[in-house]
């Protein structure tokens, strides 16, 4: 049974920093894509960020470029969000997400967590 286990959140003032970790087990995820997506209240899911298990390719949306920056660890099977300069537009509850095959595409995700949620405070 495949599992992501967000962790992480909280509140933090504007300008301030977090780092979302996500436990993924169950399966292999070797060849596969991790995500991370969010929802703020009254809005639609949107994607974050996204890397290659195998070989670390990342993509970013253009709202976080340049302050979230995503990782992995492959002996831990965890992906990491490590979130700077934090915005009150920021507010979400985040998701990870896993789906199959190397495309960092932000479609397509199979396997979700359960969220987490990040609030920052003006």
Same mark, same amino acid.
């Given at each position: 049974q495949v599992q992501l286990v967000e962790s992480g959140g909280g509140l933090v003032q504007t300008g301030g920093s977090l780092r979302l970790s996500c436990a993924a087990s169950g399966r292999s995820f070797s060849g596969d894509v991790m995500g991370w997506f969010r929802q703020a209240p009254g809005k639609e899911r949107e994607f974050v960020a996204a890397i290659t298990w /195998? *070989? /670390?390719?990342?993509? &970013?949306? /253009?709202?976080? #470029? /340049?302050?979230?920056?995503?990782? *992995?660890?492959?002996? #831990?099977?965890?992906? &990491?969000?490590?979130?700077?300069?934090?915005?009150?537009e920021d507010t979400a509850v985040y998701y990870c997400a896993a789906r199959r095959g190397a495309a960092l595409v932000p479609t397509g995700y199979e396997y979700w967590g359960q969220g987490t949620q990040v609030t920052v405070s003006s």
């Open positions: /195998g *070989r /670390g390719r990342t993509s &970013y949306a /253009g709202s976080v #470029k /340049g302050r979230f920056t995503i990782s *992995r660890d492959n002996a #831990k099977n965890t992906v &990491y969000l490590q979130m700077s300069s934090l915005k009150p």
